[in-house]
């Protein structure tokens, strides 16, 4: 198979692209169904789910209504039997704003809940083109964090902290909601989050091969699927430009070594920083965009994250 690797790239990293290019290539998103594409992916996060025991945490499916439209947004609860429910983290998943899911992070959330004993929730947000435009995505996400601010004392008790957690374009959708509702929210989990609706990073040069699978045909794909009005939405999805870092939640930044996204997440640390916020940076070397969803495969990046998060909780 002809496939260009390059040498920085882990030993996890490595088998992963090879295995997965056996399958399908980054660009064959172009021409694929994407219907057909989340079902596949789902099919195939169930089937892993099996692997795993999670009989120690109460996990169900509920209904969260979007504030805006009446939209029945699906979301998925997850309590560890032992937790004090001292925190609750609402979370996004990654997919260009295209794929992803409740099923294709669950065994992601699912672990991240049993590491940190606490609360998460994790949304099924409307997905680009067919299922909603920008800003329906960013629109069901903030009616489940308010809705999860209305009913934190029925979750856990009004002493439990909020906060919010997303990866790649969930990333993003997390970082403009902890902009916008600040001052209800103790914690902010960004991992490898897109915060410039802009190409003008070095990473975003530098990493272009195949092997890194967010190449730029890719990236085009998933912004013209976003929305068909870019220039009415770029500010709003650039939460870095926003004028106003004054009291934002604390962060946590982890990024992958290997990513056209990696400068996002340096940048916005360094940007937060010099608005006098606390926050941390962690960069996974050797690892490649995507890994945070596939916590089966890339064991090692993905317990370092929990690590990284576990330790970060002990700070809020």
């Known amino acids: 198979m002809d496939i260009e690797l390059d040498e920085r ?17 980054p660009a064959d998103i172009l021409r694929a169904d994407l219907r057909l594409v989340r079902m596949l992916k789902d099919q195939a996060a169930i089937q892993l789910g099996k692997l795993v025991n999670f009989e ?5 499916d509920m209904v969260v209504v979007n504030s805006d439209d009446g939209h029945e947004i699906l979301v998925r609860k997850f309590i560890p039997n032992n ?17 992803g899911s409740r099923e294709t992070h669950s065994n992601t959330v699912g672990f991240l809940a049993r ?18 435009r920008y800003p329906i995505p ?11 601010i209305r009913n934190k004392n029925n979750l856990g008790s009004l002493q439990t902290r909020i906060g919010i957690c997303g990866d790649s374009s969930g990333g993003q959708l997390a970082s403009i909601i902890a902009h916008e509702l600040k001052h209800l929210l103790d914690y902010q989990i960004l991992i490898y989050p897109c915060v410039h609706f802009s190409d003008d990073y070095k990473s975003a040069k530098e990493f272009t091969k195949e092997c890194f699978f967010l190449v730029p045909e890719v990236v085009e794909f998933f912004t013209k699927n976003l929305t068909e009005e870019p220039d ?17 939640p604390k962060c946590l930044i982890i990024a992958a070594e290997l990513d056209p996204l990696v400068d996002h997440s340096i940048c916005y640390h360094k940007k937060l920083t010099e608005n006098n916020i606390e926050s941390y940076l ?35």
């Not at 790239?9 to 290539?25: D, G, M, P, T």
């Not at 960013?138 to 999860?148: G, H, P």
């Open 9 to 25: 790239l882990s030993e996890e990293s490595r088998e992963y692209i090879i295995q997965s290019f056996k399958i399908a290539r």
């Open 56 to 60: 120690d945490i109460d996990i169900e």
């Open 83 to 99: 937790s004090d429910k001292s925190r609750i983290t609402v979370f996004f998943h990654g997919g260009g704003f295209c794929l």
């Open 115 to 132: 590491k940190t004993n606490s609360i998460w929730l994790s949304v099924e947000y409307r997905r680009c083109p067919d299922e909603g």
């Open 138 to 148: 960013y629109l069901d996400c903030k009616s489940v964090v308010e809705w999860t």
């Open 232 to 248: 009415k939405y770029v500010d709003h999805l650039s939460p870095i430009m926003y004028p106003d870092f004054s009291r934002l």
């Open 282 to 316: 962690g960069i996974l070397k050797g690892t490649i965009h995507g890994y945070f969803s596939q916590p089966l495969v890339f064991k090692t990046a993905f317990q370092e994250t929990e690590q990284m998060i576990f330790d970060f909780f002990k700070k809020i």
